[in-house]
């Protein structure tokens, strides 16, 4: 399997290779999803997908791995991520292991402001209605971001399974 640093490196390159297909292809793109459009959801689109090839990796189903080392001592919250799941099993699924992170991440999120609220009468308004004021599309972008370095990470791991 190819070592945390070989996925993050793949995923660089890869994101490298796409930025310049971007800049090659930079005017039809532009004028279908229009300029100040493209650039806003591209922007979340490489914020999402930097997140995801650091922080949110498929290999956070392991306890000592690197997406897992960068989350500092934060990485305690992702303890029962990794042991509920098996190592390369749900979590190593396309779009589908992706979704699971996101969801774990939106809990831990909700729990920790639920926390607070209750400790420190912060008056943070947790509910759904809120999420009716979220731009469709960049959650949309968001998810493509997170979901891409995965689908890289994954081909990697298929494709040198006998490398170490
Ligand atoms: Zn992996």
């Known amino acids: 399997m190819p070592s945390g640093k070989t996925h993050t490196r793949i995923d660089l390159l890869l994101l490298l290779i796409l930025g310049g297909a971007v800049g090659y292809f930079w005017s039809p793109l532009t004028d279908y999803f229009g300029r100040?459009?493209?650039v806003e959801y591209g922007s979340v689109f490489v914020v999402a997908y930097l997140f995801g090839t650091f922080?949110?990796?498929?290999?956070?189903?392991?306890?000592?791995?690197?997406?897992?080392?960068?989350?500092?001592v934060l990485r305690l919250l992702w303890r029962p991520y990794a042991n509920l799941f098996k190592h390369r099993g749900l979590s190593h699924i396309p779009i589908?292991?992706?979704?699971?992170?996101?969801?774990?991440?939106?809990?831990?999120?909700?729990?920790?402001?639920?926390?607070?609220?209750?400790?420190?009468?912060?008056?943070?308004?947790?509910?759904?209605?809120?999420i009716n004021g979220i731009d469709q599309r960049a959650i949309l972008w968001g998810l493509c971001g997170l979901c891409l370095p995965d689908l890289f990470h994954i081909l990697a791991d298929r494709l040198f399974k006998n490398a170490r």
């Open 55 to 72: 922080l949110l990796s498929p290999d956070m189903d392991l306890n000592t791995s690197d997406p897992m080392r960068n989350w500092g």
């Open 36 to 38: 100040d459009e493209f």
């Open 96 to 130: 589908l292991g992706t979704l699971t992170r996101v969801v774990y991440i939106l809990l831990l999120v909700y729990v920790v402001c639920a926390v607070a609220n209750a400790l420190f009468d912060m008056g943070w308004e947790l509910s759904l209605k809120n």
